[in-house]
Antibody
């Protein structure tokens, strides 16, 4: 079964850090460009960033609001995608989805940044 | 950055009616990289259409996508009760950033 399962969400104070994971199965993860997308409560979808496959250089791109604070990485041996989030702000509160964009989406994990 | 503008913001229709949702881009989008999603409360987005007009696996044929350049349309030929949701368009070309429209809420009249 093709599947993406996120984990690692939770409550964190402003200025804190959190690392999200996304476990992939049912497709060739190592060949796939992967994305993180977030959705703040009651709002629309916002792209966070992506990482290319190793064969395409494993380069990363980020949305302006998170550049310099968030880092996307991957471990193809574990079929797992990561999102390291540092210097978190209240406005980073959202459900975070990993996705192959467009086809496969995880169920999301909630990150709440609050004092 | 390509800005996607969806219209209308809210569409009120009755089951059995035809729904037409619009997505306009601030600059030309390759049709290969235009997608439509459906999202219901508490759920992840569900891919309906990719490549502007190709239905995703398991999507009923009442959903169709069309358009090119800067104007794209999602049409639902005969609305079923389960179709009332929020719909997003997305452009996912190789050049970042990926962008989404702000969404169209399809509600029961």
């Amino acid at each position: 079964e093709v599947q993406l399962v996120e984990s690692g969400g939770g409550l964190v104070k402003p200025g804190g850090s959190l690392r999200l994971s996304c476990a992939a199965s049912g497709f060739t993860f190592s060949n796939t460009w992967m994305n993180w997308v977030r959705q703040a409560p009651g709002t629309g979808l916002e792209w966070v960033g992506r990482i290319k496959s190793k064969t395409d250089g494993e380069t990363t791109d980020y949305a302006a609001p998170v550049k310099g604070r968030f880092t996307i990485s991957r471990d193809d041996s574990k079929n797992t995608l990561y999102l390291q989030m540092n210097s978190l702000k209240n406005e980073d509160t959202a459900v975070y989805y990993c996705t192959t964009s467009p086809r496969i989406w995880g169920q999301g994990t909630l990150v709440t940044v609050s004092s | 950055e390509i800005v996607l503008t969806q219209s209308p913001g809210t569409l009120s229709l009755s089951p059995g009616e035809r729904g037409t949702l619009s997505c306009r881009a601030s600059q030309s989008v390759s049709s290969s990289y235009l997608a439509w999603y459906q999202q219901k409360p508490g759920q992840a987005p569900r891919l309906l259409i990719y490549g502007a007009s190709s239905r995703a696996t398991g999507i009923p044929d009442r959903f169709s996508g069309s358009g090119s350049g800067t104007d794209f349309t999602l049409t639902i030929s005969r609305l079923e009760p389960e179709d009332f949701a929020v719909y997003y368009c997305q452009q996912y070309g190789t050049s970042p950033p990926v962008t989404f429209g702000q969404g169209t809420r399809l509600e029961i009249k």
